[in-house]
């Protein structure tokens, strides 16, 4: 049943709305004051128990928002076990992690600072740490209480609004430049629809608003088991949340466990195992072509 709802509401979707894809806006409003604050605390390690390890350290804007590993490497060295998704637009996404364990971005700055392979800080240290510099004049002038944890989430989670990549050629053609991508690319995307891969990867961010099961069509086995790691319930096994296509070719290595290092060999993957097809090689350059057209710019906020 669930498999057909998987497949149906995308369906409909796709049939109704004029394009299953849309762009992203090329403006984002957000309060300054707190975005910049955000900005500074997201590039700061002083978030780190040991000031080692920040945002930026697994998440680089100018590497498509990823540190381009398998697995992060956190504090002391230490191997995460998940492979680090996109910050940008991650707003758009409907819940954020993997397994969908925090709703929104103000609730997911909690994950990595507490993490005990990435930043093992707690929040009372990282309080008392910060009342100690700058930091402190800089929360008092925009928030009434001051540096708390939640504090410290809204000012991030405002930066992060702002980590949007508008103007990708495909946007651009959406938009109705239509020679901002080449017939090639304009193929790729009719294959991409007609071979079903929008069933799973549609909306602004072409993923980030459903969850799908890993190896739908035929069976896979990871170590994680995704949204059931949260829900305990069975139905939920193997399910991620669907990731965003955009900027993909600067995020490989690609899927939750990063297994795959080429889009052309993770497209064939996701055709076998999402849909049980087998593309030709044309047919993937096509659908790798127009995936590249989905690299847009970092906005800037200032
Ligand atoms: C040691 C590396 C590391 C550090 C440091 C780190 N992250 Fe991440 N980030 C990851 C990994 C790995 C995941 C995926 C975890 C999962 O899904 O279980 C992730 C997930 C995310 C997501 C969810 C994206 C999505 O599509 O679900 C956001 C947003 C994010 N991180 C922002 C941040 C912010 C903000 C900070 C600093 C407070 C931070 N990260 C620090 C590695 C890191
Ligand atoms: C039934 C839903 C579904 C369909 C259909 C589907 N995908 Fe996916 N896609 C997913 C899920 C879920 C993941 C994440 C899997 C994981 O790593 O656990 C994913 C991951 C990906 C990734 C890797 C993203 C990353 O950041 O690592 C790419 C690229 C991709 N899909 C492209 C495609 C293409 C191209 C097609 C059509 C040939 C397609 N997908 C069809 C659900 C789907």
Known sequence: MLKIICYIFPLVIYLFAKEPISPIPLNIKVNIEKADLGKELFFDTILSKNNTISCHTCHLLNQGGVDNLQFSVGIDGKLGNINAPTVLNSIFNFVQFWDGRAKNLHQQVFGPVTNPVEMDNNFENLITKLNKTDYKNKF????????????????????????????????????????????????GYVLFKTQGCIACHHGINIGGNLYAKFGIVSELKSKSKGRYEVTKNELDEYYFKVPTLRNIELTAPYLHDGRIDNLEDTVKFMAHYQLGKSLNEDEVQKIVLFLKSLTGQLYNHE
Not at 144 to 167: F, R, S, V
């Open 140 to 187: 008092e002038s925009i928030y009434k209480d001051g540096i708390t944890k939640n504090n410290i989430a809204d000012a991030i989670a405002e930066y992060e609004k702002t980590l949007i990549t508008p103007n990708a050629p495909f946007d651009r053609y959406l938009r109705g430049d239509k020679n901002a991508i080449s017939d090639e690319v304009k193929q």
